[in-house]
C-alpha cells in the first residue's frame, strides 16, 4: 500500500516508530533493579569481584549493556528466552565481571575502593597491514548479482 493511498490517521500511524515496551527503560535501572537483586551475593570474599562505581569501568559498561540488550530482546520469548538468556548472556558475561583477578572489578576488589585502569596501550597500525578483504567490512549484499564489481586491493 502507497502511503499517498491513506489518510491522515493511517498516515499518522505509519510514519510512527514502533513503539517498544522496555522492562527496564536504561542500562542503570537494569543493573540496580534487577542484576544487583538477583545476583546478591558476597563481593567481600576471594570468589567475586565487583565495584559499586560500576559504571565508571569501560569494560563492564559493554558486557552490561550487551546483558540489558539481550535481556530485552530475549524476555519477550516466553518459552526458551530467560533460559537462553542466563546461558548463552548472562552466565559468560558474569563469569568475566565478577573475576576477582582478571575481571574490570579485580583492581577496586584488591584497593577496596574504586581504581581506573588506563587503557591497553597501542600503536598506528603500519600501512597495508589491514588491506586484506578479510579485516574488511562488507558494506554491498555480496548475493546482489546486479550489483557493480568492486575492485579489491
Excluded: Q
Aim: proline residues 9%; charged residues 20%.
Amino acid at each position: 500500500m502507497s502511503i499517498e493511498h491513506v489518510d491522515d490517521e493511517d498516515r499518522r500511524l505509519l510514519e510512527e516508530e514502533p513503539s517498544v515496551r522496555l522492562v527496564f527503560t536504561s542500562l542503570e535501572a537494569f543493573v540496580t533493579e534487577y542484576l544487583a537483586e538477583v545476583l546478591g551475593r558476597d563481593t567481600t570474599g576471594p570468589v567475586h569481584a565487583w565495584c559499586p562505581d560500576w559504571w565508571r569501568h569501560a569494560a563492564a559498561l559493554v558486557r552490561l549493556n550487551a546483558m540489558w540488550r539481550a535481556f530485552e530482546y530475549l524476555c519477550t520469548d516466553g518459552s526458551l528466552g530467560m533460559s537462553t538468556w542466563w546461558l548463552h548472556h548472562a552466565d559468560p558475561h558474569l563469569a568475566v565481571l565478577l573475576n576477582p583477578v582478571t575481571g574490570p572489578f579485580a583492581a577496586c576488589k584488591a584497593a577496596g575502593e574504586h581504581v581506573s585502569l588506563p587503557a591497553l596501550p597501542v600503536t598506528p597500525v603500519a600501512p597495508g597491514v589491514l588491506d586484506n578483504p578479510v579485516y574488511m567490512l562488507v558494506t554491498e549484499d555480496p548475493f546482489d548479482l546486479d550489483a557493480p564489481e568492486v575492485d579489491r586491493p
